[in-house]
């Protein structure tokens, strides 16, 4: 690679908000690095993009989501594409594969053999795990990807989270999840729960709001349980609006939240005229049994109260949450269990998803994936 080129990178993002703000800060990275993006070209089809993404980038980075198999299904397809691309054009960029189908297999708890992962993706050229992104400059020095030159030149506190959106920046809080709900992949793919200090939050909405950024999405697999797990939890909690006495700051919201991890003190933040209307709290299930076999930690009584407590502490709330249909065992009572919930709590928004086994957690080891896809499929449709 000429020493004095831009080198072109290209960051394909899959899966949560919390992804796409690691993608920012990966891109503010390699932007530092002197590296320029390729975004995705115009093209007939996504194939032709990818093929011309392939052809021209020299840097490839797949940050990756496990959360259902259909998004691994699309980074295992990659691999026709770069095998076309190298047979067609003799080369191929450097392909970096981050993300949690990394984090499943080289965490600490891992969901299977990393070399597992390997075998099905011989065309990655390096795999980083989720804590490992800020070692990126390390990473492509060693592996003859970046020069000694640039490696020199790099200064780390030039490397500030590239935003998409000029006034609107995703902050990541923490990290990781230590709830095991029996579905979720997430406790293995991003390890423990980890909550950045308040201190280095405030630091960077301040920088950001002195770059014109006024509205902030705070980010976590688990935003509600921020700084419940240290010892100083309930001081760093009573501060956590310390955001909001920003004075540029216009809006705040966060995403995703649990039932089980929604404290008062949180209910009384939303209050605050520059919280959010829509608040994401993902209640997956409308039957109680099927929430305890997900180990969700709440009742369903539990859930509709919260949402009373919240409607009466910010009348305009909207809520949105995230459903699972087709469970292991689940009833056509338990299902409509769920479809009642749509009648007891105004959902603005729901995502609905059909329950797909993810290799190594609790559900796919302990509970038979009993529920016919064409039944899945069909309370999907009803929900
Ligand atoms: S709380 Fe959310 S991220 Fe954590 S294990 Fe449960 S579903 Fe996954």
Redesign the pocket.
Known sequence: MEQNLPKKYHIRTYGCQANHADSNTIAGVLEALDFEEMTDPIAENDDDALYKLLSETDLFIVNTCSVRQKSEDKVYGMGKMIKKVKTEKGRKPYMVMAGCMVGSVTGKRQRYAFEELKKKTPWVDYYINPTQILNIPEILHKNGVLSEWAMKKFDPSTATAKQSNPEHAFINISYG?D???TF?V??YARGEEVSRSEEDIILEIRHLVLRGFKEFTLCG??VNSWGLKTSEKFDVRTGSDQAHEIESVEKINFISS?PFDFTMDLIEAIKLPKISNYLHI?VQSGNNDVLKKMNRRHTIEEFIDLTKKIKKARPNVEFGTDIIVGFPGETEDQFNDTVELFRTVPFNVAFISIYSPRKGTPAERFYPDDIPLPEKKRRHADT
Do not use: G, K, L, R
Request: hydrophobic letters at 25%; a neutral charge; one cysteine or more.
């Open positions: 999840c709830n095991f709900c979720c997430v406790p697999q688990n649990n993902a």
